[in-house]
């Protein structure tokens, strides 16, 4: 695995890479049990791991900083409103392309993020000519391990914390975890007082039946979905 942050001008250029993982996130309220980073810290693991098996791949600096406005009213969070970040991002991308990367895969960590990441993505890949793939780990790969694995899913809660567990165990709090679950509606709502009743101290799921074990086992499906779908990208490109 090669970080981008970490090789000198000369060995960039050796190496000439021509894809790049982006690992997207945020800071903000994961209740009292997470780290404020959990956003940043479970893409930039995933994206190491698949890095390691995409040959001719380069891990990107992480953007920790995303749209968290749902639980801004929460200490610790740090909401960037959208237009900053959809331009931040923008911007980002059209100097990794610059610097000859053909293929960006974003691998995003937070749900306020992926409609801004889905709309400059899409403009800058059209821009540019080059290819941008979005994948936030937690939807839209190995669904089916994680219905399997996990009984109460959701922010903060069993899955989540089983994760983070996994990665940085030295961070979890598990004295101060407590669950609430609270089914999220069947479409998409914008609304203070539905944030309120999803998230009344920054939880919803279960963290209490969370383990290493169970987040390692959805942490290697995730990261062999993901790894499977770059290389049937490869195939289109």
């Known amino acids: 695995m090669v970080r981008w942050d970490e090789l000198t001008g000369k060995e960039l250029e050796e190496k000439n890479p021509k894809i790049a993982l982006l690992p997207v996130g945020s800071i903000e309220r994961h209740g009292d049990h997470l780290p404020l980073g959990t956003d940043s810290i479970v893409p930039e693991y995933i994206a190491e791991k698949v890095s390691e098996r995409i040959s001719g791949s380069i891990v990107l600096p992480a953007i920790p900083y995303g749209v968290t406005i749902s639980l801004s009213r929460f200490r610790g969070t740090i909401?960037?409103?959208?237009?900053?970040?959809?331009?931040?991002?923008?911007?980002?991308?059209?100097?990794?392309?610059?610097?000859?990367?053909?293929?960006?895969?974003?691998?995003?960590?937070?749900?306020?993020?992926v409609s801004t990441l889905n709309e400059v993505s899409k403009e800058?890949?059209?821009?540019?000519?080059?290819?941008?793939?979005?994948?936030?780990?937690w939807s839209d790969v190995a669904q089916e391990d994680r219905a399997k694995i996990f009984r109460f899913p959701g922010h903060a809660g069993e899955d989540e914390t089983s994760v983070v567990m996994a990665i940085r165990p030295d961070l979890v709090?598990?004295?101060?975890?407590?669950?609430?679950?609270?089914?999220?509606?069947?479409?998409?709502?914008?609304?203070?007082?539905?944030?309120?009743?999803?998230?009344?101290?920054?939880?919803?799921?279960?963290?209490?039946?969370?383990?290493?074990?169970?987040?390692?086992?959805?942490?290697?499906?995730?990261?062999?979905?993901?790894?499977?779908?770059?290389?049937?990208?490869?195939?289109?490109?």
């Open 79 to 113: 909401n960037v409103g959208p237009e900053a970040f959809r331009l931040y991002v923008k911007e980002v991308l059209r100097e990794v392309f610059r610097n000859g990367i053909e293929l960006v895969v974003i691998i995003n960590g937070h749900g306020g993020n």
């Open 124 to 137: 800058v890949a059209y821009e540019t000519g080059k290819h941008i793939v979005v994948v936030s780990w």
């Open 173 to 237: 709090k598990m004295d101060y975890a407590r669950d609430h679950i609270h089914p999220y509606p069947s479409l998409k709502i914008y609304s203070r007082k539905v944030d309120e009743k999803l998230y009344p101290f920054a939880v919803n799921g279960n963290p209490l039946l969370a383990s290493e074990k169970k987040g390692r086992k959805f942490l290697d499906a995730v990261i062999r979905d993901i790894v499977k779908a770059i290389t049937d990208v490869l195939s289109y490109i």
